[in-house]
């Protein structure tokens, strides 16, 4: 079982930074890939973005690439999303999630297990 806790929403304005954070606990936190998702109001969750836990590869949508950045730091259990030039399109309940295994899959099914989420507003 893995615990997932995510922290660092707000409400910023266009072009803001934000950095989210999600921390894990429970079985090994090395073993596990990290991802992120977001969920807008009337819209299916979708990926973000995500990193191996072996050598820190990522992946992330095309939405986002140049703006967003995830990162962790396996001695803290951690990952992040740093979120630069933020738009209103971002707006979105933002979720961590863990998958066993090195494959960076993007299809929210494929992810084990899940925060609570953390809320992202970015007013225009």
């Known amino acids: 079982q893995v615990q997932l806790v995510e922290s660092g929403g707000g409400l910023v304005q266009a072009g803001d930074s934000l950095r989210l954070s999600c921390v894990a606990s429970g079985r090994t936190f090395r073993s596990y890939s990290m991802g992120w998702f977001r969920q807008a109001p009337g819209k299916e969750r979708e990926f973000v973005a995500a990193?191996?836990?072996?050598?820190?590869?990522?992946r992330a949508t095309d939405s986002v690439k140049g703006r967003f950045t995830i990162s962790r730091d396996n001695a803290k259990n951690t990952v992040y999303l740093q979120m630069n030039s933020l738009k209103p399109e971002d707006t979105a309940v933002y979720y961590c999630?863990?998958?066993?295994?090195?494959?960076?899959?993007?299809?929210?099914?494929?992810?084990?297990?899940w925060g609570q989420g953390t809320q992202v507003t970015v007013s225009s």
């Open positions: 990193i191996s836990w072996s050598d820190g590869s990522t």
């Open positions: 999630a863990a998958r066993l295994g090195d494959i960076l899959r993007i299809s929210p099914p494929s992810y084990l297990y």
